[in-house]
């Protein structure tokens, strides 16, 4: 009997703490796997926001654009005498034809925006076409207009300018 106790005290002494060992490593290995899984929702959960934010720039730019195709379509003559515009830092908050984030936020129910969008109306030229059978072989001109928009979203670091041409006829 007192053989039998001696093997299993030796098989006790040979173990040495490796089950402790295994579980140890299995669990540095669960945290890293959760941990990369935390890292990649993350990021994806800050793509999807960025998304977000140049789709309601985007929106807030059209909005702007459509308002100064309406503002040319209803009194083109007061935009005759708008320079063309170069760069979008041109674009003026104090000038005549530029919508306020106060009107924005009134006719979209939000204050969500740090800068109001801005729309520039430029005249580019005129477009003539001649045409003998309707005309009797007069010219007929149209003027050309392009409406230029700038929109922010949710940060100033996010914009979106679009830009849009209009034939107004004479």
Do not use: W
């Amino acid at each position: 009997m007192t053989a039998r106790t001696t093997s299993h005290s030796a098989r006790v002494s040979q173990q040495q703490g490796a089950a402790l060992l295994v579980a140890l490593v299995l669990l540095v290995a669960v945290t890293l796997l959760g941990v990369s899984a935390m890292q990649g929702t993350i990021l994806q959960e800050r793509m999807s926001a960025n998304q977000r934010d140049v789709e309601e720039a985007f929106n807030v730019a059209e909005n702007a654009m459509r308002r100064g195709e309406q503002a040319l379509m209803s009194d083109p003559a007061s935009f005759l005498g708008n320079d063309p515009l170069d760069s979008p830092e041109e674009l003026d908050l104090d000038s005549d034809n530029v919508e306020t984030l106060d009107d924005l936020q009134d006719s979209l129910g939000a204050d969500i925006y740090v800068q109001a969008p801005l729309y520039h109306i430029a005249k580019r030229g005129d477009i003539c076409s001649a045409d003998d059978d309707l005309t009797g072989g007069g010219v007929e001109c149209d003027e050309i207009f392009s409406v230029t928009a700038r929109g922010t979203g949710r940060t100033t670091e996010t914009f979106v300018v679009l830009q849009s041409t209009v034939r107004v006829p004479e």
